[in-house]
């Protein structure tokens, strides 16, 4: 499947922030990007996940997903773009399509 | 034969009569002599008294006349009449004076003679010459002539004419010298008769005495002496025949003397037997049971090494051997081999410090425990590590193990070992010959609670060998109580390097047999040999494949990598691989996190392309805590941001992407199967009609 792994490219323009998730958000990779949502979304008022180069996402991302978007819901917002049909099944399948904002 | 029996009671009747009989002899004898004796003397001083009395009739100064006429004159005749009448009155045989010839003192000359009627003698005439003197008394003859005096010894005789004794007196004339000698012979009858009644009586009394005697010493020697011995001994004979209960006579004995000491103490002596008997039966009956015991127990220990060879027919890629030739007494040696999985092989060898019950207790418990701990995956030196922990735990004898224990991987040759102590392998590459594989020893299992192990590895190439053994092998001794050594063990190995495995370990036992002869074997021989022989192919279950791995997150990519390259490999399209993964993450993770609570353990992923319509299948197989995810309850998946939880979203994603999930629980494992139709990239499978399931 290529990439091994979890790669993310961060983007910040004041109090926006873009994330591009390249691989695969599971269990091994979920605390790179759990890091970030703890960390670093203080001051954010727009965070957006850019999922085109993510394979797919195991629970463990869904759990920092929500964390996220839980966080973003009290300062601002977080949407999510370019979901590919694997990763979109998943969404469905939980209901995380309806609680998320995909663009 | 055996020898004939005296009787104490003949021999000490016997006796006594002996002594008795010898006693009243001796008494007889002596009273018969003193007796005698008396009554000599008595008689002797009376012939004296008769012969100084017929010594005032004579008239010696008128001898040598009557001599040289040979005429009597009316003095001699008158003094004749009065000896004739003392003889007679006197009781003797003959009163004679005659004049003695002192040339020979053997001639005499009698001057007078009278003679008592009674003897029916005649009378020598005046004059008469005759040499017819006892010889026996010339000497007191010659005393009596030469001193004039009596006869120093009493003078008689026991001659035809009865016994009688004669005293003999100097006749001395007016002159004073000595012309003749006068003799009286008194018979002493009375010394006969009274002597004769002295003897009957002295013997019969002697016998009355005796029988007497003889016949109360006797009932009294029986009742305390002969009937006590006797039944001290047939008492005794009987115990020592038949030694069953000790009879009570002999304290019924109630003897005063050392015989009554004698009989209670063989009385005691038979209960203290009887109950020593009864106590050693008690414990030899005992040893037996414990003897039985430890032979069983024995035997189980035995059981307990894998013994039958080959071991694992059905597999070609590696085979097995192992012998031990346990010493005497129980001992602690063992070796185990076993599947670890489906392609890797474990081998140990270990030695338990000391002999006897404790070691062979404690090797039970650390065969058990290195077997129990060595899980599929799993670091060596984890295992070793937590068995050390677990042995000290029960270790209050002190006592410790040296350990080698080595996983063969079958596919990859990989061979990762841990050593506690224990000695070097030796390992034969090929065609060369047999080595010593140099290893740091580490520490012995069961010393230090703390101890930490680490695994190393080498590689076996297909035909390598690798020979474990204990230091029974090179501590095997000769007479000269030389050491077998490694040196010689290179050797045998070497001897025996291109036969069988099985044959090796014969030679190298060969060479140990020859080298120790009869000395005897102090320490268990335990060997093993293990060959690689072909190497397993990669994917060797039919379609699939499995991997066996520690249950932590650390394995996430690598079991993640392995299900999608066997997927790859099957030709699966992504669509099929990317659902997978996301289970096959979630579930692994799953057994990561709860399977084993605290403890690690190992799961196995098994993945298998199925039947029709063509299926992936992947298994995931675990020996955790039993669990079955499919109970949990779906989340509700329609809450808001703010409402959702993320529990058991994880399992949910499973049974929504995967065709079918199914769990059980069996011997012990969680086994765990998800499937899903295979969309082969290829497109053929495409276009089945999906009605088919």
């Not at chain 2, 017929?54 to 008128?62: E, G, I, V, W």
């Not at chain 2, 799993?378 to 070793?384: A, C, D, I, T, Y």
């Not at chain 2, 990762?416 to 580490?442: C, K, T």
Request: aromatic share 8%; proline share 3%; net charge negative.
């Amino acid at each position: 499947m290529g990439t091994r792994g979890l790669e993310i490219i961060r983007e910040k323009k004041g109090r926006r922030y873009a994330l591009r998730l390249v691989g695969r958000l599971d269990t091994s990779t979920a605390p790179q990007l759990q890091r970030i949502v703890e960390e670093e979304l203080s001051d954010i008022t727009s965070l957006e996940l850019d999922l085109e180069k993510t394979d797919y996402i195991s629970s463990a991302g869904l759990r920092v997903l929500l964390l996220a978007a839980k966080k973003m819901n009290r300062t601002g917002d977080m949407t999510v773009k370019n979901v590919k049909r694997e990763v979109q099944e998943v969404f469905t399948i939980t209901g995380f399509d309806k609680i998320l904002k995909i663009e | 034969m055996r020898k004939r029996k005296r009787k104490l009671a003949v021999a000490l009747t016997v006796g006594i009569a002996v002594i008795i009989l010898l006693l009243a002899a001796i008494t007889a004898t002596t009273g018969y002599r003193e007796f005698t004796a008396v009554l000599e003397r008595q008689y002797n001083d009376t012939a004296y008294e008769i012969a100084e009395t017929a010594l005032t009739y004579l008239n010696p100064d008128k001898f040598e006349e009557y001599l040289k006429t040979g005429q009597t004159d009316s003095d001699y005749e008158r003094i004749q009449a009065r000896l004739d009448a003392l003889v007679v009155s006197g009781s003797c045989n003959f009163i004679y004076v005659a004049k003695i010839d002192d040339s020979d003192y053997m001639t005499t000359t009698y001057i007078y003679d009278a003679v008592n009627p009674a003897t029916g003698f005649d009378r020598y005439e005046l004059g008469f010459r005759q040499q017819d003197m006892d010889p026996q008394y010339m000497e007191e003859l010659k005393h009596i002539l030469d001193t004039g005096g009596k006869a120093e010894k009493y003078l008689y005789s026991y001659s035809e004419s009865g016994a009688h004794t004669t005293a003999g007196l100097a006749v001395k004339d007016s002159h004073g010298n000595i012309v003749a000698v006068l003799g009286v012979e008194k018979a002493m009858t009375v010394l006969e008769n009274a002597r004769s009644a002295y003897v009957r009586h002295v013997a019969l009394i002697a016998a009355i005495v005796t029988v007497a005697a003889f016949t109360v010493y006797f009932l009294w020697l029986n009742h305390m002496l002969i009937r006590p011995v006797a039944e001290i001994t047939m008492e005794a004979k009987r115990f020592a025949d038949n030694s069953d209960k000790p009879a009570e006579i002999l304290t019924a004995l109630n003897n005063p003397y050392e015989i009554g000491v004698l009989a209670v103490s063989v009385q005691k002596m038979e209960f203290d037997i009887k109950k020593y008997i009864e106590n050693l039966t008690l414990v030899t009956a005992e040893k037996e049971r414990i003897g039985a015991e430890l032979d069983v127990a024995a035997d189980i220990q035995k059981s307990m090494l894998p013994c039958i060879f080959p071991a694992f027919p059905e597999r070609e890629e590696a085979d097995i051997y192992a012998t031990m030739k346990p010493a005497k007494e129980v001992g602690g040696d063992f070796y185990d081999f076993f599947m670890v999985d489906e392609g890797h092989l474990a081998i140990v060898m270990a030695d338990v410090s000391g002999k006897g019950v404790p070691a062979a207790l404690f090797m039970v418990i650390g065969k058990t425990l290195i077997k129990d701990h060595t899980r599929p995956g799993r670091n060596l030196g984890e295992v070793f590590t937590e068995v050390n922990k677990l042995l000290c735990e029960s270790n209050s004898e002190g006592l410790f193990i040296t350990a080698f224990e080595g996983v063969l991987d079958l596919v990859t040759g990989e061979f990762r070992y841990v050593n506690a102590g224990h000695e070097m392998p030796f390992i034969q590459r090929a065609e060369g010959s047999f080595e010593v594989y140099e290893i740091s020893p580490g520490f012995v299992l069961a010393g230090l609670e703390d101890m930490r192990y680490e695994e190393g590895s080498l590689i076996l190439q297909e035909g390598d060998k690798l020979f474990q053994y204990t230091d029974g092998v090179t501590e095997a001794t000769n007479h000269r109580n030389e050491l077998f050594g490694r040196e010689r063990l290179k050797a045998a190995l070497n001897r025996g390097r291109d036969k069988s495995i099985c044959d090796i370990l014969e030679t190298v036992k060969e060479s140990i047999d020859a080298f120790a002869g009869t000395a005897p074997q102090f320490d268990d021989i335990t060997m093993l040999c293990m060959e690689f022989k072909s190497r397993m192919p990669e994917n060797n279950h039919k379609n699939g494949a499995q991997l066996t791995v520690a249950a932590t997150v650390q394995n996430m990519e690598r079991v993640a990598d392995f299900v999608d390259g066997q997927l790859e490999a099957m030709g699966c399209a992504k669509e099929v691989r990317i659902p997978i993964a996301i289970a096959v993450d979630e579930l692994f993770a799953n057994i990561a996190f709860y399977a084993y609570r605290t403890d690690t353990g190992s799961v196995i992923i098994r993945v298998e392309r199925q039947g029709t319509p063509l299926r992936a299948v992947v298994t995931f197989i675990d020996t955790g805590i039993p669990y079955n995810p499919l109970d949990r309850k779906d989340p509700d998946t329609g809450l808001t941001v703010e409402e959702r939880g993320i529990g058991g979203l994880g399992i949910y994603i499973v049974k929504k992407s995967m065709d079918n999930v199914t769990y059980e629980y069996k011997d012990g494992q969680n086994i765990l199967k998800i499937e899903k139709r295979i969309e082969c990239e290829y497109g053929r499978q495409e276009t089945e009609p999906e009605g088919m399931d």
